[in-house]
C-alpha cells in the first residue's frame, strides 16, 4: 500500500494559479491516482485522474483549467491549476487505486489510499 503527501495549497485571487503536489511512497507504477476535494458542508467531489499509463480524466467545471500529470520516476502526481474561481476552493486529495483492482476512475470510493489534504482558497 502506499503513503501520500500533498502540498501546494494556499490561498489564491480569482483568475490565480496554484500548482498541487503529492509525493507518493511505493510501487507508484502500479496505482492510478487522482485528485478529489471536498468543500465545506458538501460531498467529496472528483477532480481528475491518471492512469498508470499516463492517460488523464477531468471532471467537466475544471476540464481547461487543470492539468494532471504524474512523474513515476519521482514518485510524484501534479496537479497544476489556472484560472481559480472561488468555487475551486476546498480541500485536495491525493488519492491512489492499484492498477490490479481495474481501470482508472473518478470514482472516489474505489480509491484506497488517501492523503491528509492541503486547503486551497480562492477568494478576492
Known amino acids: 500500500q502506499v503513503q501520500l503527501v500533498e502540498s501546494g495549497g494556499g490561498f489564491v485571487q480569482p483568475g490565480g494559479s496554484l500548482t498541487l503536489s503529492c509525493k507518493v511512497t511505493?510501487?507508484?507504477?502500479?496505482?492510478?491516482l487522482g485528485w478529489f476535494r471536498q468543500a465545506p458542508g458538501k460531498e467529496r467531489e472528483a477532480v481528475s485522474a491518471?492512469?498508470?499509463?499516463?492517460?488523464?480524466y477531468y471532471v467537466d467545471s475544471v476540464k481547461g483549467r487543470f492539468t494532471i500529470s504524474r512523474d513515476n520516476a519521482n514518485n510524484m502526481v501534479t496537479l497544476q491549476m489556472n484560472s481559480l474561481k472561488p468555487e475551486d476552493t476546498a480541500v485536495y486529495y491525493c488519492?491512489?487505486?492499484?492498477?490490479?483492482?481495474?481501470?482508472?476512475?473518478?470514482?472516489?470510493?474505489?480509491?484506497?489510499?488517501w492523503g491528509q489534504g492541503t486547503q486551497v482558497t480562492v477568494s478576492s
Open positions: 488519492a491512489a487505486r492499484a492498477r490490479v483492482l481495474g481501470q482508472c476512475t473518478l470514482w472516489s470510493w474505489s480509491y484506497i489510499s
Open positions: 491518471i492512469s498508470f499509463e499516463g492517460r488523464s
Open positions: 511505493g510501487a507508484i507504477s502500479t496505482y492510478h
